[in-house]
């Protein structure tokens, strides 16, 4: 993403990213663009899923999952909490998140069955290169 990108988000959410993933975006990192993830039916890269790099898709589900009439995607059905920005979704329901407020480091995964976020990643690079060997294990097994 673009600077220009990055401040609409903030803009549109009304928020400052951390720090960290502010970073990570303008790095426009495309070792997530590039792979794909062979779902036979679909190949999708993982900054199209697990880690969004579209600025209208990141502001899309954030911007849903904080309607006031609440959100499915929360154990109670109320609106979202304010300190968990979405990063990326499992296509289930389920997201990764940052915590904006900066008390959660790292990446945190928000699992809609159970409505409780677990942490997944000390650090935003630590979650990329999960993601990276998880879709890499993936190819190799539907081969």
């Known amino acids: 993403m673009t600077e220009e990108q990055v401040s609409t988000v903030e803009a549109r959410l009304?928020?400052?990213?951390?720090?960290?993933?502010?970073?990570?975006?303008?790095?426009?990192?495309?070792?997530?663009?590039?792979?794909?993830?062979?779902l036979e039916w679909k190949k999708e890269s993982p900054a199209q899923r697990e880690l969004y790099?579209?600025?209208a898709r990141l502001i899309e589900y954030n911007e849903d999952a904080r309607r006031d009439d609440g959100t499915p995607w929360t154990a109670d059905d109320g609106p979202w909490p304010r300190q968990w920005l979405i990063i990326g979704d499992d296509q289930c329901g389920s997201h990764w998140c940052v915590d904006l407020e900066g008390a959660q480091p790292g990446v945190w995964f928000y699992d809609h069955?159970?409505?409780?976020?677990?942490?997944?990643?000390?650090?935003?690079?630590?979650?990329?290169?999960a993601v990276l060997e998880?879709?890499?294990?993936?190819?190799r097994e539907q081969r």
């Open 14 to 38: 009304g928020i400052s990213l951390p720090p960290e993933y502010r970073a990570f975006l303008l790095a426009d990192p495309q070792d997530l663009i590039g792979v794909r993830g062979d």
């Open 53 to 55: 790099n579209d600025p």
């Open 134 to 139: 998880r879709i890499e294990e993936w190819n």
């Open 113 to 129: 069955d159970t409505g409780e976020w677990e942490p997944v990643a000390l650090t935003l690079a630590e979650h990329v290169a």
